[in-house]
């Protein structure tokens, strides 16, 4: 992975440096994101504190899309022959989700299990960079970029954010850090539309890191999935 990420960059360099064409771009997107793995769940249970309204989420990596979004500039070189070599940097938000199907908690008289509906959302804020090459297909004033490359994920936080009700009418929450990997790279596929200096976009990533790395205890596997849709704007090129 190492000697493909320096193959990677190195390309780039040498493309950005003797490129025919500069294209700056501005982007704001949307996106779905969540866990796959042996340990990503589609639904989990809330374990409450002692106070009998907060606590932690059992299983916090749901593998239900959560709404994501977040913003980037970008630069590229198209050559002669349409080929092309670019970065993108930016800051997302990306947020995966977990049905809530129960309440765990103990009162004056012992524990209990009350059935509740809601949700957990783990919130994964990052600096993200992603070096790609690709081609460009152009029909008059349409062009179309097909690329490939690493995204190149700096996670700044992780946070569980969860609220359900139960049978009984209560409502508990939960708020937490579950901070635990740094970075997470991940192969992206992207094709890009473009009419004059607007355009739209859409990826897929599949992360190759492990968020549940370190931990003990059973099976722990979980990775990251990203589909990406935004617009685009080129502030220098056509």
């Known amino acids: ?18 490129g025919q064409k500069t294209e700056s771009i501005l ?12 340990s990503a769940e589609k639904s ?14 059992n299983n916090p990596f749901g593998a239900k899309n959560g709404l994501s979004y977040g913003a980037s500039y970008q630069i590229q070189r198209i050559s002669r ?21 129960g309440v765990n908690g103990y009162d004056k008289t012992g524990t209990f299990q009350d059935v509740a509906t809601g949700q957990t959302y783990l919130s994964n804020k990052q600096l993200n960079a992603f070096p790609y090459l690709g081609y460009r297909v152009g029909i008059r004033q349409i062009s179309v970029d097909l690329t490939g490359g690493l995204d190149i994920g700096y996670l700044l936080s992780s946070t569980e954010h969860g609220k359900a009700t139960a049978d009984n009418g209560k409502t508990y929450s939960t708020s937490l850090d579950r901070t635990g990997i740094k970075t997470d790279i991940r192969p992206r596929v992207q094709v890009a539309v473009f009419y004059r200096k607007v355009g739209a ?34 502030i220098k090129g056509h």
């Open 1 to 18: 992975m190492k000697k493909l990420l320096l193959l990677l960059l190195t390309t780039l360099t040498v493309n950005l440096t003797f």
């Open 27 to 38: 982007a704001l997107n949307s996106g779905l994101f969540s866990f796959q793995g042996y």
């Open 44 to 57: 989990s249970q809330l374990n409450l504190a002692s106070n009998g309204t907060t606590g932690y989420t």
């Open 81 to 101: 022959s349409n080929f092309i070599a670019g970065v993108s940097v930016g800051y997302e938000n990306l947020r995966s989700k977990t049905t809530i199907t």
């Open 201 to 234: 976009y859409t990826s897929y990533a599949y992360g190759l890191n492990n968020y549940k790395s370190g931990w003990i205890g059973g099976r722990n596997e979980c990775n990251s999935t990203v589909i990406r849709f935004g617009v685009l704007y080129k």
